[in-house]
C-alpha cells in the first residue's frame, strides 16, 4: 500500500543550525502539508502546498521556514536558524483531493527534531 | 482560532466493549468536513474516519462510527468491541473553515484499553 515516507526519522541539531526535513508524499496525491507536534501537546498546521506553491500557512509558519518540491517526488521543509522552541515531531501529509472534500491527508511517520 | 474540544483527556474501557470519545467543534461553514485520527505510541498518524456535514448517514468504517449531531455541532466517535490494539491518542479534526486545507486538531483522548 502507498504511503507517505519521511527521513531522517530523528535529527538532533545545534539551536541556529538550518534543518532540512524531508518527505516523499504519496505519488499520485497533488496536496501536500506539513505539521508539527510538540511533546505532549496537539498537532498544529504549519503550511500546504498546490501547484507548486504555498496554498495556505498558518501563523507559526514565519520567515524562518520555507517549503520546496525540489523535483517531482520530494517535499521538504527547511527552517533557516533553529531555535529551542522549533522541537518537535514534524509530520508530513499528502492527500489526492483538497479542501471541501473527503479526501483523507495521509500522514507520514514524522521527523522528530531536537534542537539543543 | 476555530475550537475543537475533546473533553476527555484519558478513558479507560475493558476489552470487547464499547467507548465513546467525544468531540465538539466551532464553524461557521454550512458544507465541511471532519475527520478522527489515531496516535499510538510510535507516534504516526492513522486515519480513521471521515464525516461530511451534508452526509445523510453517520459514517461508518468497520468497528469505528460517528455520532454525528450537526445541529449541534458535536461528533463523537464510538469505537465497537475494543482492542488491546485500540490503546492510544485520538484526535479529533475538522478541516478549516473558509474551505481551508489545513485540519484543525483537538487536544485528543488518550484511551486505553484493560485487558
Known amino acids: 500500500e502507498p504511503e507517505v515516507t519521511q527521513t531522517p526519522s530523528h535529527q538532533v541539531t545545534q539551536m541556529g543550525q538550518e534543518v532540512i526535513l524531508r518527505c516523499v508524499p504519496i505519488?499520485?496525491?497533488?496536496?501536500f502539508y506539513w505539521y508539527r507536534q510538540i511533546l505532549g501537546q496537539k498537532v498544529e498546521f504549519l503550511v500546504s502546498?498546490?501547484?507548486?506553491?504555498?496554498?495556505?500557512k498558518s501563523e507559526i509558519f514565519d520567515d524562518q521556514f520555507s517549503v520546496e518540491r525540489p523535483d517531482g517526488s520530494n517535499f521538504t521543509l527547511k527552517i533557516r536558524s533553529t531555535k529551542l522552541e522549533d522541537s518537535a515531531m514534524y509530520f508530513c501529509?499528502?492527500?489526492?483531493?483538497?479542501?471541501?472534500?473527503?479526501?483523507?491527508?495521509?500522514f507520514g511517520p514524522g521527523t522528530r527534531l531536537t534542537v539543543l | 482560532a476555530q475550537k475543537i474540544t475533546q473533553t476527555q483527556p484519558g478513558m479507560f474501557v475493558q476489552e470487547k466493549e464499547a467507548v465513546t470519545l467525544d468531540c465538539t467543534y466551532d464553524?461557521?461553514?454550512?458544507?465541511?468536513?471532519l475527520f478522527w485520527y489515531k496516535q499510538p505510541s510510535s507516534g504516526e498518524m492513522i486515519f480513521l474516519i471521515y464525516?461530511?456535514?451534508?452526509?445523510?448517514q453517520n459514517a461508518t468504517e468497520g468497528r469505528y462510527s460517528l455520532n454525528f449531531q450537526k445541529a449541534r455541532k458535536s461528533a463523537n466517535l464510538v469505537i465497537s468491541a475494543s482492542q488491546l490494539g485500540d490503546s492510544a491518542m485520538y484526535f479529533c479534526?475538522?478541516?478549516?473553515?473558509?474551505?481551508?486545507?489545513?485540519?484543525?486538531f483537538g487536544k485528543g483522548t488518550k484511551l486505553t484499553v484493560n485487558p
Open positions: 479534526a475538522p478541516r478549516g473553515q473558509g474551505g481551508s486545507e489545513k485540519l484543525v
Open positions: 501529509a499528502s492527500s489526492e483531493m483538497g479542501g471541501g472534500s473527503s479526501g483523507e491527508q495521509f
Open positions: 505519488s499520485n496525491h497533488l496536496y
Open positions: 502546498f498546490y501547484n507548486n506553491e504555498i496554498s495556505e
Open positions: 464553524t461557521s461553514d454550512q458544507s465541511y468536513g
Open positions: 464525516q461530511g456535514s451534508y452526509d445523510e
